[in-house]
């Protein structure tokens, strides 16, 4: 994957040093302005800082990872998007007596985000399911990998239940099982390059904070109980829409290999919610009962962020304009 253009002055700074060997520089100020999730600048900088525990840049060499300047200035970055989230996820209460389980699929109930689902699954055209497909590509080609960060840093019970999702999404090591790869397959069957980090450019500032949020998560210790509460939203709301997209996918087309990425979390995800909220975060909370307020935060922020992905999305459809960053845009970049 190449550094994508600049979208202001935090990357404009980053990337021009980020190309060159590894140097130590004082973080640049991070202004505050308004939401984070539609801060173009911010989100870029910040998913560039992160993608060198992944994959990296081609361009980028593989010492900046641990190079104390990046690190600090990754921090100042990083408490910009934590103080973001603080005003627009309200944290859940941890009602004493209340299992995990339940406050969070009371949680889950009461998220009215958009029903962006069911559009995909019964109105969308061609064009917005590509555009849908473009969106998630940037953490499905990565997928489970966040949530893996946890595995080391539990014990038990809780570890054992991620272990058995993970291993799902992992494809129980067969590489064409595999949850990436099946989504690459989906990609393909719509026409889309299905190499990694192949649509950055056009990602916007709010799937590059979904995206974020994660790693901020599982990159910090600290929020190992936000992970977990994250995972488990993720796999308690992702069955029933799986399901309206491989609907969607039928009716624009798709044959059964496009398609099988959602029909396999259809049924995997539909057992993984049962094991994230119960085993792994009721067994969490079991062990750390402070931490209870923790994994309902985490699960909060995941449906946040959802809903508004899913705002932007439809509010730019209604508009007949792509929900993507388009080519005016690219070029004023550059």
């Not at 980028?60 to 627009?88: C, N, T």
Request: net charge negative; hydrophobic share 40%; aromatic share 8%.
């Amino acid at each position: 994957m190449q550094l994508p253009a600049p979208r202001g002055p935090l990357t404009a700074e980053l990337f021009e040093r980020l190309r060159r060997p590894p140097h130590a520089f004082e973080p640049p100020p991070v202004p505050a302005g308004g939401p984070v999730t539609e801060d173009e600048d911010l989100q870029l900088a910040l998913f560039a800082c992160y993608e060198l525990h992944y994959r990296g840049f081609d361009e980028v060499g593989q010492e900046w990872e641990w190079e104390p300047s990046l690190l600090a200035a990754r921090k100042a970055l990083e408490r910009r998007f934590e103080d973001g989230l603080a005003r627009i996820v309200p944290r859940p209460p941890a009602v004493a007596g209340v299992p995990t389980r339940r406050a969070l699929a009371e949680l889950v109930a009461a998220d009215e985000g958009p029903r962006l689902s069911a559009f995909l699954a019964r109105r969308a055209d061609l064009g917005q399911f590509r555009e849908f497909v473009t969106h998630r590509s940037i953490y499905h080609l990565k997928e489970a990998d966040p949530h893996t960060w946890a595995i080391p840093r539990l014990g038990g019970a809780p570890k054992a239940a991620l272990v058995e999702i993970q291993a799902d999404e992992y494809g129980g090591g067969r590489v064409e099982r595999m949850h990436s790869e099946l989504f690459r397959a989906t990609m393909r069957g719509l026409g889309l390059d299905d190499s990694y980090g192949a649509h950055l450019e056009r990602i916007p500032a709010i799937t590059l904070a979904i995206s974020n949020l994660m790693s901020l998560f599982g990159l910090h210790r600290r929020h190992l109980g936000a992970l977990l509460g994250h995972l488990a939203a993720f796999e308690m709301t992702s069955s029933a829409p799986n399901h309206r997209y491989s609907q969607g996918l039928r009716r624009l087309g798709g044959d059964d290999v496009a398609r099988r990425f959602y029909d396999e979390h259809v049924q995997a995800d539909a057992v993984h919610e049962q094991i994230a909220a119960h085993d792994m975060c009721g067994g969490f909370v079991a062990q750390h009962p402070s931490r209870a307020g923790e994994v309902l935060y985490g699960a909060a922020c995941a449906l946040t962020l959802d809903r508004l992905f899913a705002e932007h999305v439809m509010d730019r459809w209604s508009r007949a304009a792509s929900s993507l960053r388009e080519a005016d845009l690219l070029a004023a970049s550059r």
